[in-house]
């Protein structure tokens, strides 16, 4: 079966289980620029650049990969959100793109199979790609409405180059995520379209969005609803929504997005909101009762957990969701499905 296809049998028996953050668990190591910095001899200071981690400290992502194995995970992503040659840019970095992705792939791969070859239970790879710093659909601009600081083909090729080296060093997805602008996302989804034909063969995507306000819509406008429906023809092998707010604020949502995406459900919300000091509070066993009432009510096929999120978050969820049953994929009514900001179905 193509991994596609496995990922669709192994959700048809339980709600599988994703990883956690990354980010916060690197700052829980104290890493000093040194760490960051290696022997790459970049001339720009390193610390805060998690992606180089994967050329300058792969044990570290290795432990914290393993660490997510070891709570339950069926599905890691790569250490890769600002593997890009926008976000690299900012640390003199962006002719490592290829070689940082490419590394990061090969240790998640390593260890998935690891773990697959324990017990027989297939494990994923999704390759990770953020949203850069960058948006298409608006301006940076206030005086200016029109300006736009990169082009759609621009970050197309951006894309191309990331996918690329995730899927060389042997993703099984790529993950589209956090995407607070859904131009971006059809630019991330276009980079893959090439890519296929480059390889000859299907890659397929997830894709996750993120809401940056209460009412349901992320930077560019969309609601939930429009969001799958100005993605949906990607066929995405999961749709969903991370980071954002808590799981207690993302409840209406996701109800919303299960009754009408027809393919795999993955959300993986924040740990609860960031306290004053930008901390994380939520204890593990909080959002793990939060996230199993969606399973609960047959919502979810796949469950992880974004920032503030860890290893032990993700056993929690585990546990708590052990028993559920996976959400069963609708089939939607036939109709012409369009999106503005807002859905619009035509008769």
């Not at 956690?20 to 190591?29: C, D, E, K, S, V």
Request: hydrophobic share 45%; aromatic share 6%.
């Amino acid at each position: 079966m193509s991994k596609r296809e496995q990922l669709l049998a192994a959700a048809q028996d339980r709600v599988l289980i994703f990883d956690g953050a990354f980010g916060t668990q690197i700052q829980l190591r104290k890493l000093t620029e040194e760490d960051y910095a290696g022997t790459l001899g970049l001339p720009a200071d390193q610390k805060g650049n998690n992606d180089i981690l994967a050329l300058t400290r792969p044990d570290v992502l290795s432990d914290i990969t393993r660490a997510y194995f070891e709570a339950g995970s069926d599905v890691v992503s790569t250490n890769t959100f600002s593997a890009n040659r926008i976000s690299q840019a900012d640390y003199a970095a962006e002719d490592l793109v290829r070689e940082i992705n490419v590394a990061s792939g090969r240790l998640a791969r390593a260890l998935a199979d690891e773990y697959a070859a324990k017990d027989g239970r297939p494990r994923f790879v999704a390759g990770a790609i953020g949203p850069t710093n960058k948006t298409l659909s608006l301006s940076p601009d206030v005086e200016d409405p029109g300006y736009r600081e990169i082009t759609f083909d621009f970050l197309v090729d951006v894309y191309l180059e990331q996918a690329r080296a995730l899927v060389e060093g042997g993703v099984d997805f790529i993950l589209i995520e956090t995407v607070f602008d859904t131009l971006n996302a059809k630019a991330g989804i276009m980079a893959v379209k090439q890519l296929e034909r480059e390889l000859g063969r299907a890659v397929p995507v997830m894709i996750s969005m993120t809401l940056t306000d209460l009412s349901g819509r992320n930077l560019s406008g969309h609601t939930v609803e429009a969001f799958w429906y100005a993605v949906r023809h990607a066929k995405p092998v999961t749709i969903g929504l991370n980071c954002s707010f808590g799981a207690e604020q993302l409840r209406p949502h996701v109800k919303v997005l299960s009754q009408i995406a027809d393919t795999l459900l993955m959300i993986y919300p924040n740990a609860g909101l960031p306290n004053e000091l930008g901390e994380y509070d939520e204890l593990p066993d909080t959002t793990a009762g939060l996230v199993r009432d969606w399973a609960d009510h047959g919502q979810v096929n796949i469950l992880g957990g974004c920032c503030g999120s860890s290893p032990a978050h993700i056993a929690a969820i585990a546990k708590a969701v052990a028993n559920s049953a996976p959400r069963t994929v609708p089939a939607p009514e036939p109709a012409m499905k369009l999106a503005g900001l807002e859905a619009f179905i035509a008769a």
